[in-house]
């Protein structure tokens, strides 16, 4: 069912528990009693401007994962579904989609010449999860060792650095090291992907850097056209009380 389209459709007593939901799309959607989305892959999955009754389930489901949330949303789909406790994201198990993308990883790991991309996406899959940080750093700084000692051209490994300089910030941003990640930041003069910008902007301004972070979302058309997903969970104490001010930066840019 990945890149569905239920566009505002009217959805009742229907299960989509451990669907293929990648970058479906229920946008519009006025969703009513009895929808289960439980172990659904919601990877990239719209919700934006659903409506519903009652949340429907999200049970043992990455429902950060999907777009269109706001942050009142997430603050009652915590509420109702866990998830907030970094140590109860670490059960085996807990979310088996996140076990399987993991797993996908680990088979890479074994072709040495996938090895640096294997262990950067093996350190995203942690990340965007929230699971085991210490260990995503570690991974993440293997994936930057790895590409530094490949024997590349700048150009050939400056796409892939991109990628795994991103990986790195993201994961120090979420261990509350706004500064480390900013530095990483700097190091990459590669693909500057919408969400790379927008968590970039943040760590800035949670620095204090208000407007250079302001400058520089402005300063890009792409992440006028960003949707944070995960960030709005796993960065939620940065995006409420003193960080609230990006969230009104990014939606005047937004726009």
């Known amino acids: 069912m990945q890149s569905a389209r239920f566009d505002e459709a009217v959805v009742s007593k229907t299960s989509f528990e451990g669907a293929d939901l ?7 959607a006025r969703l009513l009693s009895g929808v289960n989305f439980s172990q659904a892959d919601l990877t990239g999955t719209s919700f934006r401007n659903v ?19 706001n942050l009142d949303r997430v603050t009652a789909l915590v509420k109702k579904f866990g998830g907030a406790d970094p140590e109860r994201r670490r059960v085996v198990g807990e979310y088996p989609m996140f076990d399987r993308e993991l797993n996908r990883f680990e088979t890479m790991l074994k072709n040495t010449s996938q ?3 294997a262990l950067d996406g093996k350190a995203w ?9 210490e260990e995503a750093e570690r991974v993440s700084r293997g994936a930057l060792k790895t590409i530094n000692s490949s024997g590349l051209s700048n150009e050939d490994k400056a796409k892939p650095l991109s990628y795994i300089l ?25 693909v500057q992907d919408p969400g790379g910008i927008f968590r970039h902007a943040l760590a800035l301004y949670m ?8 400058d520089m979302l402005k300063g890009s058309e792409q ?24 969230m009104e930066i990014f939606g005047d840019v937004a726009k």
């Open 22 to 28: 990648k970058f479906a799309r229920f946008a519009g």
């Open 51 to 69: 409506t519903y009754d009652s949340l429907p389930h999200f049970d043992r489901t990455a429902w950060w994962l999907a777009s269109g949330w």
């Open 115 to 117: 090895r640096a991309v």
């Open 125 to 133: 899959t942690l990340a965007i999860h929230g699971i085991d940080l």
């Open 166 to 190: 991103d990986t790195l910030a993201y994961i120090l941003l979420q261990k509350h090291r706004a500064e480390e990640a900013c530095e990483a930041k700097k190091e990459d003069h590669g």
């Open 207 to 214: 620095l204090g850097n208000e407007k250079e972070a302001s």
């Open 223 to 246: 992440v006028k056209r960003y949707s944070p997903s995960h960030e709005l969970y796993l960065l939620y104490d940065y995006l409420v009380g003193s960080g609230s001010g990006f």
